[in-house]
C-alpha cells in the first residue's frame, strides 16, 4: 500500500501561483508513476501532469503546458506542482496519484492509490 497526502492548496487571485506537494509513505518502492488529477464542481476528473518515479519522463495537459511543472524528490518521496499563471479556470480539487506500473501518464485507470485531494481556488 502507498498512502498519499497532498498539501499546498488555497485561494489565490488570477495570475498568482502555488506549489503544491504530496508526499508518498508506505510501499515507495513499488511506485513507477505519480500524477496530478484535478475536479472541478460538476465535471470530470481531468489529468494535468504526471512524472516517472525514474528517469526523467513527465506529461502536461495541454491546458497547463507552459504553466504548470511537476518535480519529485525521491529521497523525501514528495512530488511536487508548481502552478505559475493561475487562471480562474484552475479551480478544482486536485488529486495526487501513483501508480505501480508503466501506465500511460494521462490514464487515471492506471493509477491505484490516490490522496484526499487539496482544493485550489482561484479568483477573477
Known amino acids: 500500500q502507498v498512502q498519499l497526502v497532498e498539501s499546498g492548496g488555497g485561494l489565490v487571485q488570477a495570475g498568482g501561483s502555488l506549489r503544491l506537494s504530496c508526499a508518498a509513505s508506505g510501499r515507495t518502492l513499488s511506485m513507477y508513476t505519480m500524477g496530478w488529477f484535478r475536479q472541478a464542481p460538476g465535471k470530470e476528473r481531468e489529468f494535468v501532469a504526471a512524472?516517472?518515479?525514474?528517469?526523467?519522463?513527465?506529461g502536461y495537459a495541454d491546458s497547463v503546458k507552459g504553466r504548470f511543472t511537476i518535480s519529485r524528490d525521491n529521497v523525501k518521496n514528495t512530488v511536487y506542482l508548481q502552478m505559475n499563471n493561475l487562471k480562474p479556470g484552475d479551480t478544482a480539487v486536485y488529486y495526487c496519484a501513483a501508480s505501480t506500473y508503466a501506465a500511460p501518464l494521462g490514464d487515471g485507470t492506471g493509477y491505484a492509490y490516490w490522496g484526499q485531494g487539496t482544493q485550489v481556488t482561484i479568483s477573477s
Open positions: 512524472i516517472r518515479w525514474r528517469g526523467s519522463s513527465t
